[in-house]
């Protein structure tokens, strides 16, 4: 079992940074791939980013590679999403997610974070 809680979401303009953090409880923490998923008003939720157990493999979206970051600090149980240049569109609830292997589809993922809003204005 997983228990997982995002922060470090909010409002910034187009152009700024903001870093998303999740917390993961439990001591297997180490052994899940983890990923990064949006979801915005009216839309699918939508993959950005996963990273692999020891964090040695990582994969992105088109929409927005080289401007995110995923990273990942085992020994503290928790994974990070560094965000760079934001635009309007990134506007969305961010969740975070553990499940067995890198994976783009959220339905291979089984534990999940009750989210964190980042808004991006214009």
């Known amino acids: 079992q997983v228990q997982l809680v995002e922060s470090g979401g909010g409002s910034v303009q187009a152009g700024g940074s903001l870093r998303l953090s999740c917390a993961a409880s439990?001591?297997?923490?180490?052994?899940?791939?983890m990923g990064w998923f949006r979801q915005a008003p009216g839309k699918e939720r939508e993959f950005v980013a996963a990273?692999?157990?020891?964090?040695?493999?990582?994969y992105y979206a088109d929409s927005v590679k080289g401007r995110f970051t995923i990273s990942r600090d085992n020994a503290k149980n928790t994974v990070y999403l560094q965000m760079n240049s934001l635009k309007p569109e990134d506007t969305a609830v961010y969740y975070c997610?553990?499940?067995?292997?890198?994976?783009?589809?959220?339905?291979?993922?089984?534990?999940w974070g009750q989210g964190t809003q980042v808004t991006v204005s214009s």
């Open positions: 997610a553990a499940g067995p292997q890198l994976w783009s589809d959220y339905t291979k993922y089984g534990y």
């Open positions: 439990g001591r297997t923490f180490s052994s899940y791939a």
């Open positions: 990273i692999s157990w020891s964090g040695g493999s990582t």
